[in-house]
């Protein structure tokens, strides 16, 4: 087998060049037809699992569960506000998670109640666009359709000085 780096032949068995060093598994296997498969990478693999939840349909079960934590983050709120030692301090922390819930849940709730009636549901990244406005009729005027005057010259008036007679006398 040859090296792909530097064209150097090698035995078989051998997992690396002996001139160069390069790794020759992927040479070997690709003879064999043995490839590996790609493996993605953490930043490739979070990528596919945050499309495939925004394709995914909307459950009904997943936001009653997020409506229903959300109401029970607003219950332990007002909780600890009166029975807590300092509650009356730090209750208010309880309202960030219990209103994240709540906005994930009750709209999940609607999506998979539009879903399950078959009516179409757009995605919340669309946005929406307005037609595009009627074509106008942008085509140059013609010569007897034109309103105004020509502009004047910029030379106009300053050669009316080359057609009078000289007054002048030669002094000499």
């Keep these: 087998m040859f090296c792909p780096n530097c064209g150097t032949e090698n035995q078989k068995e051998v997992k690396f060049c002996r001139k160069c060093g390069v790794s020759l598994a992927l040479v070997s296997q690709a003879l064999t037809g043995q490839l590996p498969e790609q493996t993605l990478s953490k930043h490739e693999r979070r990528e596919l699992r945050r499309e495939e939840k925004r394709n995914r349909p909307p459950s009904m079960e ?99 000085f080359f057609d009078q007679p000289n007054n002048r006398t030669n002094e000499s």
């Design 62 to 160: 997943k936001g009653v569960k997020d409506t229903i934590a959300g109401v029970g983050f607003i219950v332990a709120a007002i909780a600890v506000f009166f029975f807590a030692p300092a509650g009356k301090i730090w209750f208010w922390s309880f309202f960030f998670p219990a209103f994240g819930l709540l906005s994930k849940g009750i709209p999940e709730i609607m999506a998979a109640r539009k879903y399950a009636q078959g009516q179409s549901l757009s995605s919340p990244n669309q946005v929406a666009i307005p037609p595009p406005p009627q074509a106008i009729d942008y085509r140059a005027p013609q010569t007897g359709e034109l309103l105004l005057p020509p502009p004047p010259s910029v030379t106009e008036g300053t050669t009316k």
